[in-house]
C-alpha cells in the first residue's frame, strides 16, 4: 500500500487539517454556536442591517446566555468556564454570521464582565455577573470619549468624592449595546488616577442615546453614553486596579476575539465566493474554471487559514497563561486586514451582485470596517509592536 493511499481525503472546507487540533469538547461548542447562529442570526440579518436595528437583542441575549456563550471564559458565577480556544471558536461563528452579533457577546462578556470579574469585589460579582451571564442583564464599557479615542489617558470624564459617594460627569462615545445595557462599566479619571465604575443604567443623570446613520455594525446597538452629576455609592468602584492597566488588560482579552471573529466574516465571504463560482456561467462554463478566479480563491483561502492557525495558537497561549498584549496586536492586525482583503475579492468574484444584500459579501465588508479600528487601530497595534521589535517608543 503506498503512502499516498493512507492520507485522508483533501477537504476544501478544512484545507490544512485545522480540525485535528480540536477535541471532542471544542467541536461541540463551534457546533453548537454554529446551529445557534445558523437558527437565529442567518436568516434575519439581512433585514437587521438594512433596517440599521437589531430586534429583540434581550431576547438574543438570554438565548446566548442559554447556550454559555456570555462570559464563556470566565469561570464561577453561572459562567461556562470554557477554553480560550473554545470562546475564540465561538467568536469566529458568532462573526460568520454577522460582526454586530459578536460585539453583542465581546462586549458583554470580554469587557463588562471581565471587568467586574477580575476587578470587581465579592459583592459587585455576585451581584452582576450571574445576571449577565445568563443574558438578563445586559453590560456596555465606558472608555472612548468623544475627542479621547486611541489615547485614553487623556479622558476627561472624571469621578469626584462627595461625602461618602462618587459623583461622575462626562461623555463616552460608540458604545456597543450602550441603550439596552442594565449595567455600564465606566472609566474615569479621579484623584488617584483612572479607576472603573459599575454603573447601574437607571442611575440618575445617565443617559445612552442611539447613535444613528451608521453604515457599518448596523444589526448592533451603539451609543453615546451621558453622565450628568451620576451620584454613585462607594461601592460603585471597581477596587482591584487602579490606572490604564484595568482598561488595557480588557481590551486585550476583547482584541483576542476579534482575532477568531474576523476569520469567521471572511470564512463566510470565501464561502459565497466558491459557491458563485461554481455555479456562475460565463463564456459557457462556470466563473470558477477560470485561472484568474481559481487564483483568487487560492490566495483567499490561504489568508483564511494562515488566520485561523494563528488564532489556535494564540488561544493555546492564552490557555497555557503566556499570551502577551503585543501577541494579540499582532493577530488583530493581521486577521482583520486579512480579512477585508478577503471581503473585497469575493465582491470582485461575485461582480455585481457582490454590493447585494442578498449575499453577505458587502456587509461583512462594511462592517469589518469599524473592526478594523475599534480597540485598537491598525496605527496603534503596528506602534506596539514596533515598539516590542525595537524596544524604542513612537507613541510620543
Request: net charge negative.
Amino acid at each position: 500500500m503506498s503512502a499516498s493511499s493512507k492520507l485522508p481525503p483533501f477537504d476544501p472546507a478544512d484545507p490544512l487539517g485545522i480540525d485535528d487540533l480540536l477535541d471532542a469538547e471544542d467541536l461541540a461548542v463551534r457546533d453548537t454556536v454554529r446551529g445557534w447562529a445558523a437558527d437565529r442570526v442567518l436568516p434575519h440579518v439581512a433585514g437587521w442591517y438594512e433596517t440599521g436595528e437589531l430586534p429583540g437583542i434581550r431576547e438574543l441575549a438570554r438565548e446566548l446566555g442559554s447556550i454559555g456563550a456570555l462570559g464563556m471564559s470566565l469561570s464561577g458565577y453561572g459562567c461556562a468556564g470554557a477554553s480560550a480556544v473554545q470562546y475564540g471558536l465561538a467568536c469566529l461563528e458568532l462573526e460568520a454570521a454577522d460582526s454586530g452579533i459578536r460585539s453583542l457577546v465581546s462586549v458583554q462578556g470580554s469587557l463588562a464582565m471581565y471587568a467586574v470579574h477580575r476587578f470587581g469585589s465579592e459583592e459587585q460579582k455576585q451581584r452582576w455577573l450571574p445576571r449577565m451571564a445568563a443574558g438578563e442583564v445586559i453590560g456596555c464599557f465606558g472608555l472612548t470619549e468623544p475627542d479621547h479615542g486611541s489615547d485614553p489617558a487623556s479622558m476627561r470624564t472624571h469621578a469626584k468624592r462627595d461625602g461618602g459617594d462618587w459623583v461622575l460627569n462626562g461623555r463616552k462615545m460608540w458604545i456597543t449595546n450602550g441603550s439596552v445595557a442594565g449595567v455600564a462599566v465606566v472609566w474615569a479619571q479621579t484623584e488617584d488616577g483612572i479607576r472603573g465604575f459599575a454603573v447601574p443604567t437607571d442611575t440618575p443623570g445617565f443617559s445612552a442615546p442611539e447613535i444613528k446613520h451608521k453604515w457599518s455594525l448596523r444589526a448592533s446597538v451603539t451609543s453615546e453614553l451621558v453622565l450628568d452629576d451620576v451620584r454613585l455609592p462607594a461601592d460603585a468602584v471597581l477596587p482591584g486596579v487602579t490606572g490604564l492597566r484595568g482598561p488595557l488588560s480588557c481590551l486585550s482579552h476583547a482584541r483576542y476575539g476579534i482575532v477568531w471573529g474576523a476569520m469567521g466574516a471572511a470564512r463566510s465571504c470565501f464561502e459565497a465566493a466558491v459557491d458563485y463560482a461554481k455555479s456562475r456561467e460565463q463564456f459557457g462554463r462556470p466563473i470558477g474554471g477560470f485561472q484568474l478566479t481559481q487564483a483568487k480563491l487560492a490566495d483567499m483561502a490561504v489568508e483564511l487559514h494562515k488566520g485561523i492557525l494563528l488564532a489556535h495558537h494564540l488561544g493555546r497561549r492564552m490557555d497555557a497563561g503566556r499570551l502577551r498584549p503585543e501577541q494579540v496586536s499582532f493577530g488583530k492586525l493581521n486577521n482583520v486586514r486579512e480579512a477585508i482583503e478577503i471581503c473585497r475579492t469575493a465582491r470582485t468574484i461575485l461582480g455585481a451582485n457582490g454590493i447585494s444584500l442578498e449575499y453577505p459579501v458587502m456587509r461583512h465588508a462594511t462592517n469589518l470596517e469599524s473592526v478594523l479600528t475599534y480597540e485598537g487601530t491598525v496605527e496603534m497595534h503596528q506602534l506596539v509592536l514596533g515598539k516590542a521589535l525595537t524596544g524604542l517608543d513612537a507613541f510620543r
